[in-house]
């Protein structure tokens, strides 16, 4: 596993659960709005990686303490150890939360048929015409999305809304893809530090534009909440 970062204490990663959080290396998407630039495109620095046993340690002598790992990126699903790590996760008794965007969907049908995920969190970034003009296998996304909410397990979808990358009409092609999911959460574009440097204020919606979108989006899910 390419650990490049590691939070040790969370209560905002997981819904209502004390979790750690591991950052893993290497995306195969390139969202200008990324607010992780040098886990996709910045060459991979190898004496900074974090080794699992360190993690692993760390989560063992906070048993009790710590309930869950969140695994995110970057996109985990890239790491080819990623199921092993979460099998030695989960014999420490702990939850795990596994952050994605689907491409990769034969990876999320496997670690669903072995159940050793229990809380999902996919990434919707556009609706399908936009995956398609950027050359994204839109039936991987919708197999993935298809087989989370088949899966039995607790999961959400999410958005980042960009201005300039996202119109609120675009609500109504993401609630399409999702149609009947549990959770949907909104995510207003924060300016910071980002893949593309040209973004900034102007790329955040206001308040009364997220809940247009909100309003949108409520017909198609069960629930749909602002972050």
Not at 39 to 47: A, G, N, Q
Not at 94 to 101: F, G, H, P, S, W
Not at 121 to 141: G, R
Not at 150 to 177: C, P
Request: aromatic share 10%; proline share 4%.
């Amino acid at each position: 596993m390419l650990i490049a970062g590691f939070e040790k204490n969370s209560l905002l990663d997981y819904p209502s659960k004390i979790a750690s959080i591991v950052f893993t290396y290497g995306c195969n998407l390139r969202c200008g709005y990324c607010h992780n630039p040098e886990l996709v495109t910045e060459p991979c620095k190898k004496d900074a990686i974090i080794a699992e046993d360190m993690v692993l340690t760390y989560l063992k002598k906070r048993k009790g303490l710590i309930d869950a790992l969140v695994i995110t990126g970057g996109e985990p699903t890239l790491q080819s150890d990623l199921i092993p790590f979460i099998k030695k996760v989960k014999s420490l008794n702990l939850l795990v939360k596994l952050d994605t965007n689907g491409v990769l969907d034969s990876i999320v049908k496997e670690i669903i048929g072995l159940d050793i995920v229990d809380y999902w969190a996919m990434d919707i970034k556009y609706p399908q015409e936009y995956y398609e003009e950027y050359d994204i296998d839109t039936k991987s996304i919708r197999r993935s999305i298809d087989m989370i909410m088949d899966s039995g397990k607790d999961y959400e979808f999410r958005t980042t809304y960009v201005k300039g990358l996202h119109t609120i009409e675009d609500a109504n092609g993401i609630g399409e893809m999702i149609t009947g999911c549990k959770n949907y959460y909104i995510q207003n574009f924060r300016k910071g530090k980002t893949i593309d440097p040209t973004l900034d204020r102007s790329n955040s919606f206001t308040e009364g534009e997220l809940e247009a979108i909100k309003k949108i989006v409520t017909p198609y899910v069960d629930r749909v909440a602002i972050r």
